[in-house]
């Protein structure tokens, strides 16, 4: 499939699964790289993560399908899977295997433990494998549980960020020496090393491990959301003396307390009095007031608002639809918008030219 993005040229073959690992094979195909997807047959109608990608329905225990799959991983350039240990190896698909028959391909497995350990074939989800990282502890109010943070920091950044990373460093490895390879790319691996400056702190007794208690956790009062008049919130993040400053001259915090901005004995008096502050105002009036400036302003906005900021349209954030348009960016090889996500199989005659002849 043509493209002009900086992985054109790349083919990544997909066995279809859910969260992680396609939004890993989305990623790559907006970068330019030609993703086909394999389906199970009549699976349903897969949404925003199969953007960009062409689909084929295979059967995975039928011959003249296994065979068709063999023959497409055997021209991949990259193989993605998500699934427990084992499975890929029971379909005749694992990674040995493979890698006889396409020396370079990099073989990508997406999994929540990992490929080995005492939980590895135990079933789990984000939020499971978070909490086993201490990212799960760490959030959320002091007197409250844990808060989910979504499913971001478990699936899409401990899994489908580092298995994109693994798999273009594999990538590299594999052209320049001929040599293809595993990525055993684990969420709680993943989401173990986003938390590797919080371990460092902890490790130097400068992070204390209870939840907002700390000055990255909601009790700093520098760096926390505050409610509005109207109900709405604001974020202040004026973590640097600079940008406290600029909070004080702009909101006339002329009280000598607030020169304690790192006394934590003293940050609960100081939040109340910026809570009484900001209950003053509408969100969009202290948009007026801050936003743009150095003070480190940004408005809590919901799904729906975030698409009509100023901003975000003027960066094209989304797209018409709206969802989110490819990020990064290049100067040279911008590639063009993500193709919507295809229906079942809708794809086979143009996979089976284009990979096989």
């Not at 009549?42 to 953007?51: F, I, K, Y």
């Not at 590299?172 to 691996?189: C, K, L, N, P, S």
């Not at 608002?305 to 290049?330: C, I, K, M, W, Y």
């Amino acid at each position: 499939m043509a493209s002009n993005g900086p992985l054109a040229g790349v083919r990544i073959l997909e066995f279809g699964g859910i969260g992680p690992g396609p939004f890993a094979a989305m990623l790559l195909g907006d970068m330019g790289a030609d993703v086909v997807r394999i389906d199970r047959p009549n699976a349903p109608h897969e949404t925003m993560l199969a953007r960009g990608k062409r689909s084929i329905a295979l059967d995975m225990k039928a011959p003249d399908d296994k065979r068709i799959a063999a023959e497409l991983a055997q021209q991949a350039d990259i193989l993605i899977e998500g699934f427990r240990p084992g499975v890929m190896e029971r379909l005749g698909f694992g990674p040995e295997g493979m890698l006889k028959t396409n020396p370079k391909l990099v073989y990508g497995r997406m999994t929540g433990w990992g490929q080995h350990g005492p939980l590895a074939q135990a079933a789990g989800h984000d939020l499971n494998y978070i909490a086993l990282s201490g990212a799960l502890h760490a959030i959320g109010p002091k007197d409250g549980p844990p808060v989910p943070p979504l499913n971001l920091v478990g699936d899409f950044g401990g899994g489908s960020l580092y298995l994109v990373m693994g798999l273009l460093a594999a990538l590299t490895h594999a052209r320049a020496t001929g040599e293809g390879q595993i990525v055993d790319a684990a969420m709680t691996d993943g989401a173990i090393s986003l938390m590797g400056l919080f371990y460092g702190l902890r490790s130097e007794d400068r992070w204390a491990d209870a939840r907002q208690s700390n000055f990255l956790d909601g009790a700093a009062p520098f760096y926390r959301c505050y409610q509005c008049s109207d109900d709405k919130w604001v974020s202040i993040a004026a973590i640097e003396p600079q940008f406290w400053a600029e909070l004080r001259q702009r909101l006339s915090l002329s009280d000598p307390l607030f020169d304690a901005q790192h006394d934590q004995r003293r940050w609960p008096e100081i939040s109340a009095k910026l809570e009484a502050i900001f209950l003053n105002r509408s969100r969009d009036e202290w948009r007026t007031l801050l936003e743009g400036s150095d003070v480190c302003f940004a408005p809590v906005l919901s799904m729906t608002e975030a698409p009509q900021h100023p901003h975000n349209r003027s960066r094209g954030s989304f797209t018409h639809d709206l969802q989110a348009n490819v990020a990064p960016r290049f100067s040279v090889t911008a590639g063009q918008n993500p193709l919507p996500p295809p229906q079942t199989d809708a794809d086979r005659d143009s996979i089976l030219k284009d990979w096989l002849g």
